[in-house]
């Protein structure tokens, strides 16, 4: 299986991507806020290979709720990564 592009690289990112993440940002009133939307696709994608594929929009809720208390996205990107690998098998 081919590995897709990150998302903001997809061919419909400009088209059909965006503009969705617009319109939800602007019905949550959270448009200021700054989304690196293909670092939290890998971070989501780390949790669905070392747990749980149900898991990875869980992982984004809370790293929605850290950002919110002040971590940076990066901070809890890689603080989720971080204890996913720990519970992964070696």
Same mark, same amino acid.
């Given at each position: 299986?081919?590995?897709?592009?990150?998302?903001?690289?997809?061919?419909?990112?400009?088209?059909?991507?965006?503009?969705?993440?617009?319109? $939800? +940002?602007?019905?949550?009133?959270?448009?200021?806020?700054?989304?690196? %939307?293909?670092? =939290?696709? #890998?971070?989501?994608?780390? &949790?669905?290979?070392?747990?749980?594929?149900?898991?990875?929009?869980?992982?984004?809720?809370?790293?929605?709720?850290? $950002? +919110?208390?002040?971590?940076?996205?990066?901070?809890?990107?890689?603080? %989720?990564?971080? =204890?996913? #690998?720990?519970?992964?098998? &070696?």
């Amino acid at each position: 299986m081919t590995a897709k592009p990150p998302v903001t690289r997809q061919p419909d990112w400009e088209s059909t991507l965006l503009p969705w993440l617009d319109r $939800v +940002a602007e019905h949550l009133d959270v448009t200021g806020v700054d989304l690196d %939307v293909d670092r =939290v696709h #890998l971070m989501t994608g780390v &949790v669905a290979e070392g747990v749980q594929r149900s898991m990875a929009p869980i992982s984004a809720f809370l790293v929605g709720a850290a $950002v +919110a208390r002040g971590a940076s996205l990066e901070e809890a990107c890689a603080a %989720v990564e971080a =204890v996913t #690998l720990e519970r992964a098998p &070696v």
